[in-house]
């Protein structure tokens, strides 16, 4: 099965993945997407969300396979 790397980032600073977690293609989207909103739920109960992040999914060789930006990973619905 490929490993893919999912990375962290905002146009200045990473945070990169080493490990890296083994998992079919299809299941790359899925991933990043659960992995931005865990990191949203994280800001949410510290009161502050940036959506400035984006996380870049690399595959073993290095290739960006998939990139999710965290403003199309929740919906902002206001009151």
Same mark, same amino acid.
């Given at each position: +099965?490929?490993? *893919? *790397? +999912?990375?962290?980032?905002?146009?200045? $600073?990473? &945070?990169? %993945?080493?490990?890296?977690?083994?998992?079919? *293609?299809? =299941?790359?989207?899925?991933?990043?997407?659960?992995?931005?909103? $865990?990191?949203? =739920?994280? $800001? &949410?109960?510290?009161?502050? &969300?940036?959506?400035?992040?984006?996380? $870049?999914?690399?595959?073993?060789?290095? %290739?960006?396979?998939?990139?999710?930006?965290?403003? =199309?990973?929740?919906?902002?619905?206001?009151?």
């Amino acid at each position: +099965m490929p490993k *893919f *790397f +999912m990375h962290l980032r905002d146009g200045t $600073d990473e &945070v990169l %993945d080493h490990d890296g977690i083994e998992m079919p *293609f299809e =299941s790359v989207a899925q991933a990043a997407l659960k992995a931005a909103r $865990d990191c949203i =739920s994280g $800001d &949410v109960l510290e009161g502050r &969300v940036e959506l400035k992040y984006r996380i $870049d999914v690399h595959d073993e060789d290095g %290739d960006i396979v998939h990139t999710l930006p965290f403003s =199309s990973a929740v919906a902002i619905v206001p009151g």
